[in-house]
């Protein structure tokens, strides 16, 4: 179920309704369970997202590194919160849970593949930078 999602997502973007019930009905299950696995698991996105999806790890030991105030610096430089996509439909942003990289932590995630560890107010400035 969850690498059938993963694909659908990757190849439409973000998990809609019909995708979430057609992904169910391929693997023979019911709609709920795939909802279920589609609503519970942060990588899912059952809303459209913007073309870079940084989801900042928000959990303790990112917290105590830094990731409260990266999470404010991120809100600021593209002006929107958490949950949210720029007009533009460049950024979103998310929060992510533990990502077991606690021991590179502060940490984020773009687009659900790529790990930036370490991070610092200026890395973060560089990701963005990067992604435009
Ligand atoms: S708490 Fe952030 S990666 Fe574990």
Redesign the pocket.
């Known amino acids: 179920m969850m690498g059938a999602l993963r694909i659908a997502q990757n190849e439409r973007g973000w998990l809609k309704p019909e995708i979430i019930e057609y992904v169910a009905d391929y693997l023979e299950m019911p709609a709920i369970a795939a909802y279920e696995v589609a609503t519970f698991y942060n990588m899912y996105d059952t809303q459209p997202v913007g073309r870079h999806k940084i989801t900042l ?1 928000t ?4 917290m105590l590194m830094g990731a409260g105030e990266l999470g404010e610096h991120l809100k600021e430089k593209l002006g929107i919160g958490f949950g949210q996509t720029t007009e533009d439909g460049r950024y979103t942003l998310k929060e992510g849970e ?5 021991g590179d ?1 502060p ?1 984020c995630l773009h687009n659900n593949h790529v790990m930036h560890t370490h991070l610092t107010s200026e890395k973060v400035d560089e990701l963005l930078d990067k992604l435009k």
């Open positions: 790890c959990n303790l030991p990112c533990c990502m077991g990289a606690c932590a940490m």
